[in-house]
């Protein structure tokens, strides 16, 4: 049997038969590797696959068909081993909440620099701006707004809670296959809810001691969005977002705008750190290219580094 992976529970698979709409529930059969990466799961998410079916129902993996793409993320910087979150993917959404909890500005950027690692296009969806009361808020959604823009990704603004947002949300999505990811607590089990009207998941208040979500999704799944092929994937929140290991002169390619005023740099292979002629530290000086992003890629450097001592040692 031919089918699509939907649903991913450590070692279990759900793959939904292409012909029929049947679902079978899969265990892996032989050995499915990335060339070179470490993963804790060899089949993800949205992969198309060989099944051999058992007598009582249940089935094996067998072979996976080619992915066009997936997303990769580490469990935390220092871990070996990453995740495939999906594979076969049109659009990785990043929810993204200012406040309640607050996402930070480095988990955004880690986020935007696998998915241009990966070929895979981006959208900044920013939810709960019903929760932006204060002039100064609202000042804070337009600067991120505005910043993210600038450098070419698209960003949409919504509120599950009062529907601002959502139809707009739900044409830039008609028809593809879209992950959702973000911290636990912004809100992506609620706003598939909104966009497949009566699939009911589970979710959950945040904590008001810590400001966080409460991990309330515990793995991924896909749900049929539309009947053009549309399909939105619910992943669990993450903390932090480990990007997998780059080599130093890669890691501006993933950042755009840094990497178009690197042209101007005086050395080919310059880290934008502490050469001399830099236009990209002359750039951000002059706040042509923002702070916040240029910390993000030292954070990023910085692992890549670290990537080294440990081969090293
Ligand atoms: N005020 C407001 N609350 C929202 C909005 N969207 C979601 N929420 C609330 O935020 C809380 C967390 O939502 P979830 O959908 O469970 O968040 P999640 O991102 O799926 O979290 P995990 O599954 O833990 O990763 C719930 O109480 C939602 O009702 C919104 O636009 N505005
Ligand atoms: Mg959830
Ligand atoms: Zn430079």
Do not use: Q
Not at 55 to 61: H, M, N, R
Not at 110 to 135: C, M, P, S
Request: hydrophobic share 40%; glycine share 8%.
């Amino acid at each position: 049997m031919k089918g699509l992976v939907i649903r991913n529970t450590g070692s279990r698979y759900v793959v939904r038969d292409l012909a029929t709409g049947e679902e079978c529930a899969c265990a892996v059969k032989g050995k499915f590797r990335l060339k070179g990466i470490r993963t804790t799961n060899p089949v993800a998410v949205g992969d198309y696959v060989t099944v051999s079916v058992n007598d009582d129902g249940t089935g094996y993996i067998t072979a996976i068909e080619p992915r066009k793409n997936y997303i990769i993320r580490r469990a935390s910087n220092l871990s070996k081993e990453s995740h495939i979150l999906a594979a076969n993917v049109d659009v990785a959404v990043l929810v993204v909440t200012l406040l309640h909890p607050t996402t930070s500005t480095t988990f955004i950027d880690r986020f935007l620099a696998t998915a241009e690692a990966y070929g895979v296009k981006a959208l900044i969806a920013i939810n709960k701006i019903d929760l932006l009361e204060d002039e100064e808020d609202r000042e804070l959604l337009d600067a991120v707004a505005y910043l993210y823009r600038s450098i070419g990704y698209d960003v949409a603004l919504m509120s599950a809670e009062t529907g601002e947002g959502i139809e707009e949300l739900r044409r830039k999505l008609a028809g593809k296959i879209c992950l959702f990811s973000g911290n636990s607590g912004v809100g992506k089990s609620t706003l598939i809810n909104c966009l497949i009207p009566g699939l009911d998941l589970k979710t959950e208040e945040i904590s008001d001691v810590h400001d966080t979500g409460v991990h309330t999704t515990t793995f991924s799944e896909m749900y049929e969005f539309s009947e053009a092929g549309g399909w939105l994937i619910d992943t669990p929140g993450v903390r932090g977002f480990g990007t997998i290991e780059m080599e130093r002169h890669e890691v501006a390619h993933y950042f755009p705008e840094i990497f178009r005023i690197s042209a101007d740099c005086r050395y080919g292979d310059c880290t934008h750190t502490h050469e001399p002629g830099c236009a990209v530290r002359d750039a951000v000086e002059n706040s042509l290219i923002s702070a916040s992003r240029f910390a993000s890629y030292l954070s990023i450097l910085e692992d890549a580094d670290e990537g080294k001592y440990r081969k090293a040692f």
